[in-house]
């Protein structure tokens, strides 16, 4: 359960307390509250801004999106109106999308790392363990916070050193390090429990 310094509960906080609580502590998890409270609609926003023939680019929008939220919120005039903010912030990465639908290579989509052929020396149960692993791996990421999530992909995956990520953000590199940092130990912590083992 979320908890704030003095104790109470994050999740019964009104969407303007969490704005607060993430801006000035933001070390007890607010911004995640909010993520957790309003993916759905960001989705749901994204999937309609973007049609159904972009329908494999929705959760990468809604997940682009949350990232501005963040670098962003302090620039959030009036908290209370957030769901319409981070609608906004959706449909306008939605556009940014339709409009440069090729601006991205294949290799940031999620499906990249499930597309890796067999290696022909390893045996069929190796391979399957493997692809097995790989999958629960992916559902533990996307499990993640953002920008944990974002960061992980973009830094792992893709191979963006820190420095990059961090003007992609618009935040320090001491912040990107933090959230690897804080990505892996969650990660860790979910996929031991299930048999994947993160070094």
Request: without cysteine; glycine residues 6%.
């Amino acid at each position: 359960m979320p908890v704030a310094a003095d104790g109470s509960d994050l999740r019964t906080e009104s969407d303007a307390q969490l704005v607060v609580r993430a801006l000035n502590e933001p070390a007890t998890g607010a911004f995640s509250v909010l993520y957790e409270r309003h993916h759905r609609l960001m989705v749901r926003v994204a999937a309609l801004s973007l049609g159904p023939t972009h329908g494999d680019a929705v959760e990468e929008v809604a997940q682009e999106a949350w990232v501005v939220a963040y670098r962003s919120l302090a620039k959030l005039e009036q908290p209370e109106r957030l769901t319409a903010w981070l609608a906004r912030i959706v449909q306008r990465r939605a556009l940014d999308h339709l409009r440069t639908p090729h601006r991205r290579a294949r290799s940031d989509d999620d499906s990249t790392l499930d597309s890796v052929s067999a290696d022909p020396t390893h045996r069929p149960d190796a391979q399957a363990l493997a692809n097995e692993r790989r999958r629960r791996l992916l559902a533990g990421i996307a499990k993640l916070p953002p920008p944990m999530a974002w960061v992980v992909r973009r830094h792992y995956w893709l191979g963006h050193t820190v420095g990059e990520i961090a003007g992609a953000m618009g935040v320090a590199p001491s912040t990107v390090k933090s959230h690897l940092f804080r990505a892996r130990q969650r990660l860790r912590a979910l996929l031991t429990i299930e048999g994947v083992f993160l070094t």
